[in-house]
Every structure is written in structure tokens, then in C-alpha cells.
């Protein structure tokens, strides 16, 4: 089966779109890139402008893949060249007068009701996509929210431990500082001497 010619639309396009993208894989120039590797690109100058320039035509390749394989998903070609036939028709029958005349490839049907439809069908997986996804977010903020609650339980009653040892810890200093210093120093030194003399020799 013959093809059918692409429309001026389409070519003008895609021409377009092809010299963006080459545009904007080139737009780091190589002097930008001796900029970020200076000392590499001094010590091995050809080398590094060989890395450079593959790695820009690995960018142009890899927008230029990205885009056809939109195309391909979303019938772009196909959809740009009815548009151009459609609105070239357009034009034709207004030239002619021919303008209030009904939709002649479906009659009583309102472009903002065919666009409508058509979007709709197309949104559709669209939007059980996202629900899907807001789902698996909400039960994963639920799940850390609950393990937040959690360590929070956990930190009080570790400080809650900590403050009561604190507390051990500060008696225990206050009855120690209220003893008598002195006697206690006194008698253990009384008392290393009396271990002392009762060691046999």
C-alpha cells in the first residue's frame, strides 16, 4: 500500500525539531568542557576532545530516539498531517463561501464534543495511573508517620530513663558532698595503715 506524502506541517516540524535538538546537544561547546577538565584536557587534548564530541553526538542521538518513540506512542506524524489536511480543507471552503456548512466527515457533532471525547479516552489511563500512585503514596506516608509516632515513644522514654539516672546521679552527689571530708580522709588513711601492719611480713 502507497504512503501518502507528509504535509508541509509535518516536515516543518520535524526540521525544526531536529535542528533544536541538534542545537541544544551542541550548546555546551568544547570550551566549556576544557573549563570543567582544564588539567585533562591539557595533558591529554585529543583524547578529551574525542570524549566530548561522543558524548554529544550520544545526547543528540539519545533526544532524537526519545522524540521518535513519542511519536510513535502518541501517532504524532499521523495526527499533525490530518490536522494539516483538516485545516487545509478548512481554508478551501472558506475561500469557496462555504461557511456554514456542518462537519463533513460526522454531521451534528460539535468540535468541542469530539475533542472532549477524545481526550477523555485518552486521560482515562492517565488518571488510574496517578490515583495508583497517590494510593501507594498515601499508605507509604502512613506507614512513616506510624514509625515517626513510634520513635517518638521511644525517644521520650529514653529521656525520661536518662532524667531519672540524672536524678539518681545528683542525689547521690549531694549525699556525698554532705559527708565530712576530712574524717573520711582520716580514716582511710588509718585504715590503709592498719591493712598494712596486719599484712604478715
Request: with cysteine.
Amino acid at each position: 500500500m502507497k504512503t501518502a506524502p507528509d504535509s508541509k506541517r509535518w516536515t516543518h516540524f520535524h526540521s525544526a525539531l531536529q535542528l533544536a535538538i541538534s542545537r541544544a546537544a551542541h550548546k555546551w561547546t568544547y570550551e566549556d568542557f576544557q573549563e570543567c577538565f582544564t588539567l585533562w584536557c591539557k595533558e591529554e587534548p585529543h583524547g578529551a576532545e574525542g570524549i566530548f564530541n561522543t558524548v554529544s553526538r550520544h545526547m543528540e542521538d539519545q533526544i532524537h530516539q526519545s522524540c521518535e518513540n513519542l511519536f510513535k506512542e502518541f501517532n504524532v506524524r499521523d495526527s499533525i498531517n490530518t490536522l494539516h489536511t483538516v485545516v487545509s480543507e478548512a481554508r478551501a471552503r472558506k475561500q469557496r463561501g462555504e461557511v456554514d456548512g456542518k462537519d463533513i466527515w460526522k454531521e451534528n457533532l460539535a468540535p468541542r464534543a469530539a475533542v472532549r471525547a477524545r481526550t477523555v479516552r485518552v486521560m482515562e489511563p492517565e488518571l488510574e495511573h496517578l490515583r495508583a500512585q497517590l494510593k501507594a503514596l498515601e499508605e507509604e506516608n502512613s506507614a512513616l508517620y506510624a514509625q515517626c509516632e513510634d520513635n517518638n515513644k521511644k525517644q521520650h522514654a529514653a529521656d525520661a530513663k536518662a532524667a531519672e539516672l540524672l536524678d539518681i546521679l545528683d542525689d547521690v552527689y549531694a549525699k556525698w558532698s554532705r559527708l565530712p571530708q576530712d574524717e573520711i580522709g582520716v580514716w582511710a588513711l588509718e585504715s590503709a595503715e592498719n591493712v598494712g601492719f596486719a599484712q604478715p611480713p
